[in-house]
């Protein structure tokens, strides 16, 4: 029974730890901008197609997605 009270107290003061690390990094606005990373894996695409007009000396040979430098 005494294990029971220990692991009681463990996970409370756990979970306590984790709630206090959460507002302190809530409070630093680590949470603030949740909307630019969904935004900027629509620009990714723009991005590579300019940087890849310019590089035409590469072979024309299709090249796999995890294949590409």
Not at 31 to 55: C, H, M, Q, Y
Request: glycine share 4%; proline share 1%.
């Amino acid at each position: 029974m005494d294990i029971l009270y220990l692991m009681i107290v463990c996970s409370v003061s756990l979970a306590a730890i984790f709630l206090v690390v959460f507002i302190v990094y809530a409070k630093k606005g680590q949470f603030e901008d949740d909307e630019s990373p969904a935004v900027r894996i629509l620009f990714d695409d723009e991005v590579k197609e300019k940087n890849e007009t310019g590089n035409k000396d590469k072979d024309e040979k299709e090249i796999g997605e995890n294949n590409k430098n």
